[in-house]
């Protein structure tokens, strides 16, 4: 049995990176259709991506749009990032993949067609270790994935903090509080050096601000106007 799965493993994989390889994508979706496999979708999609990217790369933007609604949109829940299928639909706008965050390194059809071979690969050695053999999870394990997680997340992130964050949920992704550095609103009418400001209510709806001109001012956060001084 433990033979005849391997020589099974091997056939697939023979099949599935001549198709990739040649771009011959009707085939490779048979393929993908006609066994079944764990992370099969997860796959699927990979494999989509792969068509969507070189359409748009070819600039075929009518054939890029069809596949991201019929093909790519039911199975957005599998993207890795999970936020990547937005920039698969801001590509529709630009003249190059690598206009898009997620895809600022794609390297091309051919890198890129090695890459979902290799990934076909793994999935296939995951399932015959899986099968062939019983794992025990060490000790920890989940607590180690989801830090690696937080890691990737941060390291992906726009901005890069020199000192290790504190992630305190895996609810939402990791995202970098950033400072703003533009001017919104200028508050003007008092005639006098600012002394003291203070954020005013539970939802910080209102400002006040004291004064060396002996008055205090209130004043909108949102609009800037000012609402009152005393």
Same mark, same amino acid.
């Given at each position: 049995?433990? !033979?005849?799965?391997?020589?099974?493993?091997?056939?697939?994989?023979?099949? !599935?990176?001549?198709?990739?390889?040649?771009?011959?994508?009707?085939?490779?979706?048979?393929?993908?259709?006609?066994? +079944?496999?764990?992370?099969?979708?997860?796959?699927?999609?990979?494999?989509?991506?792969? !068509?969507?990217?070189?359409?748009?790369? %070819?600039?075929?933007?009518?054939?890029?749009?069809?596949?991201? %609604?019929?093909?790519?949109?039911?199975?957005?829940?599998?993207?890795?990032?999970?936020?990547?299928?937005?920039?698969?639909?801001?590509?529709? +706008?630009?003249?190059?993949?690598?206009?898009?965050?997620?895809?600022?390194?794609?390297?091309?059809?051919?890198?890129?067609?090695?890459?979902?071979?290799?990934?076909?690969?793994?999935?296939?050695?995951?399932?015959?270790?899986?099968? !062939?053999?019983?794992?025990?999870?060490?000790?920890?394990?989940?607590?180690?994935?989801?830090?690696?997680?937080?890691?990737?997340?941060?390291?992906?992130?726009?901005?890069?903090?020199?000192?290790?964050?504190?992630?305190?949920?895996?609810?939402?992704?990791?995202?970098?509080?950033?400072?703003?550095?533009?001017?919104?609103?200028? /508050?003007?009418?008092?005639? %006098?050096?600012?002394?003291?400001?203070? /954020?005013? %209510?539970?939802?910080?709806?209102?400002?006040?601000?004291?004064?060396?001109?002996?008055?205090?001012?209130?004043?909108?956060?949102?609009?800037?106007?000012?609402?009152? /001084?005393?």
């Amino acid at each position: 049995v433990k !033979m005849k799965n391997m020589a099974l493993q091997k056939s697939q994989l023979r099949k !599935m990176k001549k198709t990739i390889l040649e771009g011959d994508w009707t085939e490779v979706e048979k393929l993908c259709t006609k066994q +079944t496999f764990r992370y099969q979708k997860s796959f699927l999609y990979g494999v989509y991506e792969q !068509m969507y990217l070189e359409l748009i790369n %070819g600039q075929e933007y009518q054939k890029a749009s069809s596949l991201l %609604g019929k093909k790519l949109k039911p199975l957005e829940s599998y993207a890795f990032p999970s936020d990547s299928f937005k920039d698969l639909c801001y590509l529709l +706008t630009c003249r190059s993949v690598n206009d898009a965050a997620t895809y600022q390194n794609w390297n091309g059809v051919s890198a890129t067609r090695e890459a979902l071979v290799d990934r076909f690969s793994n999935i296939l050695d995951l399932e015959s270790r899986d099968a !062939m053999a019983h794992v025990n999870t060490p000790p920890k394990r989940l607590l180690d994935l989801i830090e690696q997680a937080f890691q990737f997340q941060v390291q992906n992130g726009k901005y890069h903090p020199k000192v290790p964050p504190k992630i305190g949920t895996v609810l939402e992704d990791y995202e970098c509080f950033v400072l703003p550095n533009a001017l919104r609103h200028s /508050f003007r009418g008092h005639r %006098g050096n600012i002394k003291s400001i203070a /954020f005013c %209510g539970e939802e910080g709806q209102l400002i006040v601000s004291g004064s060396s001109d002996n008055t205090v001012g209130v004043w909108d956060t949102e609009t800037g106007e000012n609402r009152a /001084f005393l």
